[in-house]
């Protein structure tokens, strides 16, 4: 019950500044007006579509993100040459800020769907990249020899030692890889967009219309925290087997 409490803390408030007046409706649209215009926007599916749309890219962002970070992050944390060689370039390429990178994805892939699904990958990609390598370099040496000892093959080693104990710093990444996939998708229908929760933000934007913005970040919220409860959920199912601290 106490999770409520701040939200309808926040609601309370926010019908009370509108209701009263103090808030101008330009400003800042009522709770009646966002849920008649959810409504609105739902009966005549454009919700449907533009939620469609974001959900899709974050979808494919986040498994080709996740394809990736899998492969680099298992050969940089399994070879300090690997290490040596690309974790460099890559930390360097992680430290620079996300709409850097606009210009230039939109230079070489235009303006399509490759552009935006490719932006919201590189914001998912290093949060499980970084967890992962961490964790491999965090296994318990003694957990490999005792593999070694029972003469299990490198396939084996991996699979049954080094994934196991590296499962639950590459859930907890791909949980944030997750959540910045929802901030890189903003990103990406903010900037030539037809579709997506991102331009109808930009919509409202345009046509001074504070329900419309207001649906659009309300669904945001409410799709990365699905996002990150599901993925909660996930870390639970798999790894409820480690010994960590009650709370």
Known sequence: MGRFVLPLGLLVLWWAATASGAVKSYQLAGPRDVVRELGDLAQSGVLWHDLGASVTRVACGFAIAF??????GSIVGGSRRA???LDPTLQAV???????????????????????????????????YVALVAGIRGVDRKLVEVGTSF????????????????????????????????????????????SGLGFLLTDGQQTARTDEILVAILLFAACGKLSESAMRALERRLVGWTDTVPV
Do not use: C, D, N
């Open 151 to 194: 003469g299990l093959s490198r396939f084996a080693l991996v699979s049954r030692v080094l994934v196991p104990a590296t499962l639950p710093q590459l859930l907890v990444g791909a949980r944030i890889g997750l959540t910045q996939a929802w901030l890189f998708v903003v990103a990406a229908e903010l900037l030539a967009a037809t």
């Open 94 to 128: 992680r430290a620079v800020p996300s709409l850097a990178w606009v210009p230039l994805i939109l230079l070489w892939l235009g303006i399509g769907e490759t552009a935006k699904i490719t932006l919201v990958a590189i914001g998912a990609f290093f949060p499980i």
């Open 83 to 85: 290490e040596r060689a």
């Open 67 to 72: 394809a990736l970070a899998l492969l680099l």
